[in-house]
């Protein structure tokens, strides 16, 4: 289960310690897939991808030590962005000098772009941290829901069926499917939005 007693701002101070793993372990699993999907997106295979994720967390232990909260500026989401788009602009243009492939050069020129024409850049890294985001609250609350109750929402709102079949998979009126779907996305937005609170305070 995701840790949310302890805010994001405490996990990354703890980073500064190089020697807390689980820090670490804590870091990587609520960062890493956001990261890599957002890598993905940009068109680069599976094992590329890892690579560049690596590279983002490598550079993040370095330069944790000179993380200072500026909320004005974007805080940690924006400087854990600006490490990202640097790793991926570095693995473009090592891939430009053996040769570009396909859009390579496109990519690496996106990049490369002024902060004010990155909107579809900055549109997909806010996209993988929503995504991030619910996927963490949804670990947070599950275990804290009653199971028809969970099964009702994961059936109509993650898996796109109706509330008619969501309740005769599982026992339950339409309404109360309904219901069930409401509490559950209410609960839902309320950790979200601690999340967030918690991650640029």
Known sequence: MA???QTRATLLLRLRDRGDGDAWSAFVRDYGPMIYRFVRSRGLQDADAADVVQDVMRSVGLAIDRLDY???????????FTITRNKLSTYFEKRNRMGPIGNDTAQHE?????????????????????????????ETLKPTIEQKTWAAFELTAIQ?????????????????VYVARSRVTAKLRSEIERLLAEEEP
């Open 70 to 80: 500026q909320k004005e500026k974007g805080g940690f989401r924006a400087w854990l």
């Open 110 to 138: 996106m990049l490369g772009q002024a902060s004010s024409d990155r909107s579809e850049l900055d549109e997909q890294w806010e996209l993988e941290h929503r995504r991030q985001l619910a996927a963490m609250a949804m």
């Open 3 to 5: 840790e949310s007693p």
């Open 160 to 176: 796109g069926r109706s509330a008619q079949e969501a309740g005769e998979t599982i026992g339950l009126s339409k309404g109360a």
